[in-house]
T-cell receptor, first 115, second 111 residues
Framework: KAGVTQTPRYLIKTRGQQVTLSCSPI?????VSWYQQTPGQGLQFLFE???????NKGNFPGRFSGRQFSNSRSEMNVSTLELGDSALYLC??????????????FGPGTRLTVL | GESVGLHLPTLSVQEGDNSIINCAYS??????FIWYKQESGKGPQFIID?????DKRQGQRVTVLLNKTVKHLSLQIAATQPGDSAVYFC??????????FGKGTMLLVSP
């Protein structure tokens, strides 16, 4: 079974631009969670989607948004990019929503650099 | 490779040694715990999990111990190999909450 895939793997943008990242979960998984990873803050939760509905949202500004499609693929969007948005963005999929004790499996991440 | 964390606690061991990585969690209501391994330039990889109704769980060369009294989790790696060099994260989960990750520990294995 193929793992979680994320595209693109690397991205360079300039301040003020917007960016869309994509995540394809493991086949059959309906839960997708997004995390931001930086050296200073570690892994921070952005949001979780299950069956096209946002279940949880982390403490990030409204510039960060996401959505999930009927095939469980998910996208996250960051508008008006800031230098501090430079990070590794990780997507994780699970068969069931968080809190059910189901394991989340991570993709390789998208490395976003904002200049 | 890309750094996944600066100023991480670091554990340095020799190949063949047993490694013990510790993690303190904060939420006494957490009932599910996971250890992940993250190599440079990659996403976290699931290693082993344990539920709160257990004290110990064993996998291949790995053992996780859970002490709910002091809210402590440990990962033991037997016969550590150079390929085990990575950052290790513990994560906790409870109820409808999302996974909360610890800061991570870097394991360096010398041949």
């Amino acid at each position: 079974k193929a793992g979680v895939t994320q595209t693109p793997r690397y991205l360079i943008k300039t301040r003020g631009q917007q960016v869309t990242l994509s995540c394809s979960p493991i086949s059959g998984h309906r839960s997708v969670s997004w995390y931001q990873q930086t050296p200073g803050q570690g892994l921070q939760f952005l949001f979780e989607y299950f069956s096209e509905t946002q279940r949880n949202k982390g403490n990030f500004p409204g510039r960060f948004s996401g959505r999930q499609f009927s095939n469980s693929r998910s996208e996250m969007n960051v508008s008006t990019l800031e230098l501090g948005d430079s990070a590794l963005y990780l997507c994780a999929s699970a068969a069931f929503p968080s809190g059910t004790g189901d394991t989340q499996y991570f993709g390789p991440g998208t490395r976003l650099t904002v200049l | 490779g890309e750094s996944v964390g600066l100023h991480l606690p670091t554990l340095s061991v020799q190949e063949g040694d047993n490694s013990i990585i510790n993690c303190a969690y904060s939420n006494s209501a957490s009932d599910y715990f996971i250890w992940y391994k993250q190599e440079s330039g990659k996403g976290p990889q699931f290693i082993i999990d344990i539920r709160s109704n257990m004290d110990k769980r064993q996998g291949q060369r790995v053992t996780v111990l859970l002490n709910k009294t002091v809210k402590h989790l440990s990962l033991q790696i037997a016969a550590t190999q150079p390929g085990d060099s990575a950052v290790y994260f513990c994560a906790e989960n409870s109820g409808y909450s999302t996974l909360t990750f610890g800061k991570g520990t870097m394991l360096l294995v010398s041949p």
